[in-house]
T-cell receptor, first 110, second 113 residues
Framework: SQTIHQWPATLVQPVGSPLSLECTVE??????LYWYRQAAGRGLQLLFYSVGIGQISSEVPQNLSASRPQDRQFILSSKKLLLSDSGFYLCAWTHEDTQYFGPGTRLTVL | SQQGEEDPQALSIQEGENATMNCSYK?????LQWYRQNSGRGLVHLIL?????REKHSGRLRVTLDTSKKSSSLLITASRAADTASYFCATGNSGGSNYKLTFGKGTLLTVNP
């Protein structure tokens, strides 16, 4: 069966520091992968999606970037965090039009 | 931008009652899905209904889709305290390699024991 992992689960970072969040999928090959951000009490905002290694599409201009160095690995990064980057970050993959989500990373930027 | 808009934003009911949540969207879709999110957790897929379908059932869940009105509803029958969560609708585009879902802001359902 397929599983999706995210780490870390929780992160507190100062403004201006770098960020690296990792997502890995097991049990499937060549999945479409997605990064979402969820602000408190809000819906999900699609940040990036990837259809293959090295292929990244950005949905909104922002302080973040994404990379896909391996087939089942998706990384969300920032060189310098802003206060507005705080939120709940979710990784997902798609199978037959349904998205399956990881457990999320709660990021607090102070 | 938000495609789906859930209504109401919050709903509080007693255990055993039915809960109905609505979703409206703006553009044409390939499918509409409902997801559930417990506080601080990832989203869990509940049910998918395609644009050529009008109604779908899964256990205590019933979803309807009216493409002429660009709306959907999720009915949870005989609710339980464990149903307390946020519920999101999401619309899927035409599919293929650029397949994306657009999520609404969600309905927070509280089921009181």
């Amino acid at each position: 069966s397929q599983t999706i992992h995210q780490w870390p689960a929780t992160l507190v970072q100062p403004v201006g520091s770098p960020l690296s969040l990792e997502c890995t999928v097991e049990g499937t090959s060549n999945p479409n992968l997605y990064w979402y951000r969820q602000a408190a009490g809000r819906g999900l905002q699609l940040l990036f999606y990837s259809v293959g290694i090295g292929q990244i599409s950005s949905e909104v201009p922002q302080n973040l970037s994404a990379s896909r160095p391996q087939d089942r690995q998706f990384i969300l990064s920032s060189k310098k965090l802003l206060l507005s980057d705080s939120g709940f970050y979710l990784c997902a993959w798609t199978h037959e039009d349904t998205q399956y989500f990881g457990p999320g990373t709660r990021l607090t930027v102070l | 931008s938000q495609q789906g808009e859930e209504d109401p934003q919050a709903l509080s009911i007693q255990e055993g009652e039915n809960a109905t949540m609505n979703c409206s969207y703006k553009t044409s879709i390939n499918n509409l899905q409902w997801y559930r999110q417990n506080s601080g957790r990832g989203l869990v897929h509940l049910i998918l209904i395609r644009s050529n379908e009008r109604e779908k059932h899964s256990g205590r869940l019933r979803v309807t889709l009216d493409t002429s009105k660009k709306s959907s509803s999720l009915l949870i029958t005989a609710s339980r305290a464990a149903d307390t969560a946020s519920y999101f609708c999401a619309t899927g585009n035409s599919g293929g390699s650029n397949y994306k879902l657009t999520f609404g802001k969600g309905t927070l359902l509280t089921v009181n024991p």
